[in-house]
């Protein structure tokens, strides 16, 4: 009896275990997988970052030589790459992931060199980084990695007048097709106003959208806005591309809240000279002198 209670075990086991392994998800043959696809795509950063150091402009044709460099230290063909490309760009879940790690592997990279976490350091003594949440952030093409939107409540440090600064670093990583990144800031104010600022970027760089509130001095009650990628559009059926790789690095946010003093009071008029002075005394007349 125990014999036949430890067979029918064993099989249950096994059964269950093949059941397991036929429902967990499986690459089709020949693509990467996702720990393959951080490994090249982190040799891509780091070669980009060191190639961006030369002090000449690279061209289109240095860019592919760079890339094909990467692939050939991995032993991929540019055919294989972009098989792996294809897929992970239709399956937007597992590709965002991807980045997740990679955003984390290159961070702690910056770390281990000796750089800083977080870019724009040094502010002023009247300047503090009030934005909430992760610094970097990554944006693809596909619904709803697009899009990363953002709600700030000030806290009680916000005077009237005071400023403030988005400000952000951008990298673009794109096989081909039009880069373009909006950046969204909408104010309140205390009176229910409201000032809206956009930028949109289409290359690598730093972008910057400042509020100037020094003038109309008014409360900041409210910051809200978005980040994002604009949709490239296939020619012939108008829909979003889902087979090229397009993205865009957004790291290093900051939200700068800019402390201003008010303008001074305005400075006494200066009395008028060609009043007469009510309390002097009366000029008295000087008698003639006499005559001879």
């Known amino acids: 009896m125990k014999r036949l209670f430890h067979t029918l075990t064993i099989c249950t086991l096994t059964a269950l275990l093949s059941i397991m392994t036929s429902c967990a998800p499986s690459l089709p043959d020949g693509v990467l997988s996702s720990k393959e696809m951080e490994d090249v795509l982190f040799d891509f950063h780091v070669a980009q970052a060191l190639y961006e ?3 000449f402009y690279s061209t289109e044709s240095d860019i592919m030589a760079l890339r094909a460099n990467v692939l050939k230290k991995h032993g991929l063909t540019q055919q294989e790459w972009d098989y792996s490309i294809s897929y ?12 997740i790690n990679l955003a984390d592997r290159v961070e702690r990279n910056v770390i281990a060199l000796g750089g800083k976490s977080e ?17 970097d952030i990554l944006l693809m093409q596909q619904p709803p990695y697009n899009v990363w939107s953002y709600d700030i409540t000030p ?5 009237d007048g005071d400023n403030i600064s988005l400000q952000c670093d951008t990298k673009f990583i794109f096989q081909d097709g039009y880069k ?4 969204i800031m909408v104010v309140t104010f205390s009176n229910d106003s409201i000032s809206t600022m956009t930028t949109t970027l289409n290359h690598d760089g730093h972008g910057i959208i400042t509020l100037n509130n020094e003038k109309d001095r008014l ?4 910051i809200k806005g978005f980040f994002m990628l604009s949709k490239n559009l296939d020619a012939v ?3 979003p591309t889902s087979t090229t790789l397009r993205l865009v690095s957004v790291r290093n946010i900051k939200l700068l809240h800019l402390h201003t003093n008010p303008p001074p009071p305005p400075a006494p008029e200066p009395a008028d000279s060609t009043k007469t ?10 008698p003639p002198s006499p005559q001879n």
Not at 119 to 131: F, H, L, R, S
Not at 180 to 183: A, K, T, V, Y
Request: charged residues 25%; contains cysteine.
């Open 219 to 222: 409360h900041i009650k409210n």
């Open 88 to 99: 992970y760009c239709q399956h937007a879940d597992e590709l965002h992931k991807i980045y």
């Open 237 to 239: 059926t108008t829909k």
């Open 277 to 286: 002075d009510s309390v002097a005394p009366p000029q008295q007349e000087i």
């Open 119 to 135: 870019g724009m350091q040094g502010e002023e003594a009247d300047t503090a980084n009030v934005w909430k949440g992760g610094s």
């Open 53 to 55: 150091t030369r002090e």
């Open 155 to 159: 806290d009680s440090t916000f005077q």
């Open 180 to 183: 373009s990144l909006s950046i």
